[in-house]
């Protein structure tokens, strides 16, 4: 029986040699993989969000800075119009402008109209009539484009101007719900919600009821209870639009 040979000093040192260049790999790897850990957590807890604002937080935070932004707004809008006022310019462009600012929802607009309030269901709201399935979490909450299918139809039926909630929509305003919240103009909102609009009540009225989008809500309403309100008023009295009126790009309003 033939011996193998004994590993040359050679082949021994090449694999000892090998071997440190691994450990050292590992070694470096597993140092640069807590250097980053430690530059992302930055202290803190990478098991936990404690640290993170949630996005309801974002938005509740973001909501009072434009409210605050735009009450510093209205306050220059009415130190413009007092020196505009004190400069004794053409009453032809005065009353020109007056007009301008009625059309673009910047004046009060007051006069009949009509008034639709949505609501969410009661939260252990069930089936009201027999043979429909039982709710699910979407079915009980109004959604965006329940809002959006009612300031459609009111603008539809010849409304001068509409107001959702406290807010004055302009032709650059977006409705957006963030999960079961309204995020109007850069402000927060839960239900219930209420939209307003000025004009001719039959055909303010004529446009709701007509309205497909809206047709399937009603079915909700009587089917799991959720809110459904129009009421008609012979004196509504909207405000004008007080934020600002620059449009960043498409479909989005500041």
């Known amino acids: 029986m033939s011996i193998p ?42 098991r936990t969000d404690n640290s993170l604002l949630s996005l309801g937080d974002v938005i509740r935070q973001r909501s009072a800075q434009n409210q605050q932004a735009q009450s510093q707004l209205a306050d220059l809008q ?15 462009d005065v009353a020109r402008l007056d007009g301008l ?13 009509l008034s639709v309030t949505l609501n969410d269901a009661p939260p252990n709201a069930t089936a009201r009539i027999p043979g429909v399935p039982e709710p699910g979490v979407n079915d009980l909450v109004i ?4 809002i959006q299918a009612v300031v459609n139809a009111l603008w539809r039926g010849g409304a001068e101007g509409v107001q959702v909630m406290d807010q004055r ?6 409705v957006r719900c ?4 309204l995020l109007l103009q850069g402000r927060v909102y839960s239900p219930p919600y209420v939209v307003k609009a000025v004009g001719k009540t039959d055909a303010l009225r004529s446009a709701v009821e007509s309205d497909p989008t809206i047709r399937t809500y009603l079915k909700y309403v009587q089917a ?6 129009v009421q008609e008023s012979g004196d509504l009295t909207l ?12 479909g989005q309003q500041q």
Do not use: M
């Not at 140092?31 to 530059?39: D, E, K, R, T, V």
């Not at 963030?178 to 919240?181: D, E, K, L, Q, R």
């Open 143 to 146: 959604h965006q484009q329940d």
């Open 239 to 250: 405000p004008g639009y007080s934020g600002t009126t620059e449009l960043r790009s498409a």
């Open 169 to 174: 929509l302009i032709s650059t305003s977006a």
């Open 101 to 113: 600012r009625v059309g673009a929802a910047l004046e009060p607009l007051q006069g009949g109209g």
């Open 224 to 229: 799991y209870g959720l809110g459904w309100k």
């Open 178 to 181: 963030v999960g079961n919240t």
């Open 5 to 46: 040979p004994e590993p040359t000093p050679t082949r021994r040192s090449g694999t000892r040699i090998v071997g440190r260049v691994l450990t050292c790999a590992v070694f470096a790897l597993a140092g640069l993989l807590f250097y980053i850990s430690a530059q992302t957590a930055r202290g803190t807890d990478l």
């Open 78 to 92: 009415a130190r413009a119009q007092d020196l505009t006022e004190q400069q004794g310019s053409n009453p032809a």
